[in-house]
């Protein structure tokens, strides 16, 4: 992280979710200088946890001991459908968000501009920007989490469609049972490859009887289960653990191919929590499926990479949104 | 279609797949004057493809009692890859054309400036201009036929992506079966809704001795099936084709929920040959199903609907693409 002096400029980025806040402080050269993480607390008031960003802003600002008065804009990735323009979470089902005026409320609480978009296009921006030096023409930003979304960048400019919606790849089905049309159970790539998935197939295979290492240190229910103990767990070789994770990093390739295929995009770039995790064991297995699944032809000098910056893409993104909102204002 | 006199510009359209070549004669303002179809010969020549693709459009003037120096420009619609600032067919596989320079090649038989893309961006561009009047800044046009394409307009604009095959939505997987993942079979769009994929089931569904109407007119081998015999059954009450028929419509609606969840377009339009047959039986369920599929909220307000150019809709784009390359040429 960079160093800076208490006259400089600087920028925050906040990522937030249903469970945490994140927040970074950025040099304008857009250099991390530090972060602070706190809990969401979504079940409390929308005022609460307006309240809270704020809150998690000043705490940040003051661990690198800077000075508020520094502070020159602050950029958000709200969870949901989001008004970029008007910076308004306009629906965030995650934490029962609607038409919340995040961009006005938080200019009341901290007095700087600030620039609101969606995480999941904070995240693809910051990957855009920070990691490819914005080379990429069309760019489509996977991550993979609790659930799975994408961010759509085409001819250089985030793309949100007609509702600010767009990139729900994790409501892609991409397994319909063909059996009873009417009524047709389906599912989703996010019900065959996020890491609820994953946790959710090994529960039940230990409810079976199968054995896996993991139960010995998180006992048989597995409660506090997080994708680091697959990772410990794959290097241990529990083949039970590695079978699971490897199933679905093939239905992340076939949800890469049907990307591949649709919109051909110059690059697809794979990222959040469970590809920190377990990039190792995922990321190889999921490129080699989407080249599979993909056209051949179409998946061509396609480039497929897995992101770098980890969890932090989304305030990485959200300081290239508070740093682009100062900049066109 | 429109009356024109013999010292009138016009444009004609060329819509040309590994079947037919259609051209159509337009006037200035887009107007219908005639149609003229030949069959492709694909199996021949690159070149004497191409004579035929001239030959369509001189026969397409005559065939209006109007003059070849009245032609202005040619706008075509061919199937592939297609890089349009060039002209040039880079991969065809329907017609095994490679590295075709289609423009120029036009450009020296008809010598007047032609301007070329892909078949189902052409008919895209047509729904969009001449039935929406340009109106939709997101539009997705599906067109089912014996294959199913894409052509995307995002922000006014085509969209073509890295290898310029941006719409290859017929292979997009929407049945991956997961008992053994690691050879994972898959059924696409294609497999599950196409005119191929009805009219495959309706040929086993007879195999495996089930009964319908079809093979009182055309034999047990169903040899000669069109889309058309299919709208004829159905209005006769044969239960078995309706079923299939309306199989496919229930996985082309998942289709098109894949498309409203990842791109959130204001407008989807739903054409191709199958469509143009079997409107009435298909569009509804179409329709029903892609928001049934789709996330709540995100389909709200997204307009769905059936193209009313039927088979025209690619001249109709081609005569757009020639218009607008006089205009910025």
């Known amino acids: 992280m960079a160093d800076i002096d208490k ?3 600087i920028l ?21 200088v530090g972060t602070v993480k706190i809990s969401t607390k979504a079940h409390r008031s929308v005022d609460a946890v307006i309240d809270r960003i704020a809150r998690c802003v000043r705490d940040a600002i ?3 001991d800077l000075n508020l008065k520094q502070l020159k804009a602050v950029g958000v990735g709200a969870p949901g459908a989001v008004d970029s323009g008007e910076g308004v979470v306009i629906n965030g089902p995650n934490i029962g968000w609607e038409n919340v005026p995040l961009k006005k409320e938080l200019e009341k609480r901290l007095e700087v501009p600030v620039f609101v978009d969606n ?4 995240c693809t921006i910051g990957v855009h920007e920070v990691e490819l030096g914005g080379q990429a023409r069309d760019l489509v930003g996977v991550f993979l989490g609790t659930g799975i979304g994408a961010g759509l960048i085409f001819n250089g400019k985030m793309y949100s469609g007609y509702n600010r919606t767009a990139g729900e790849i994790g409501h ?4 319909a049972e063909g059996k009873s049309d009417k009524d047709n159970p389906a599912e989703t790539f996010e019900e065959l490859a996020s890491r609820t998935a994953i946790f959710r197939r090994i529960k039940q295979a230990v409810k079976d009887g199968k054995k896996t290492l993991l139960t010995e240190t998180l006992g048989e229910e597995l409660d506090n289960l997080r994708s680091g103990d697959l990772r410990k767990a794959i290097r241990k070789g529990d083949k039970l653990v590695e079978g699971i994770v490897e199933q679905a990093a093939v239905y992340a390739g076939i949800g890469l191919a049907n990307v591949i295929n649709l919109l051909n995009p110059e690059v697809i770039v794979v990222g ?3 590809i920190e995790a377990l990039e190792n064991t995922m990321f190889d297995l999921i490129e080699k499926n989407a080249r599979k699944f993909a056209l051949p032809g179409v998946a061509k000098g396609i480039k497929i990479i897995p992101s770098k910056l980890g969890d932090k893409a989304g305030i990485y993104g959200a300081g290239v949104i508070a740093s682009r909102g100062i900049k066109s204002a």
Chains 1, 2 share one sequence.
């Open 172 to 175: 892609m089905i991409i397994r």
């Open 272 to 274: 959040g929590g469970l």
């Open 12 to 32: 925050v980025g906040v990522d937030f979710g249903g469970t945490k806040i994140l927040s970074g402080v950025f040099t304008p050269k857009l250099e991390l």
């Open 119 to 122: 995480d999941c296009n904070a």
């Open 62 to 64: 003051d661990e690198c």
């Open 7 to 9: 006259k400089s400029d």
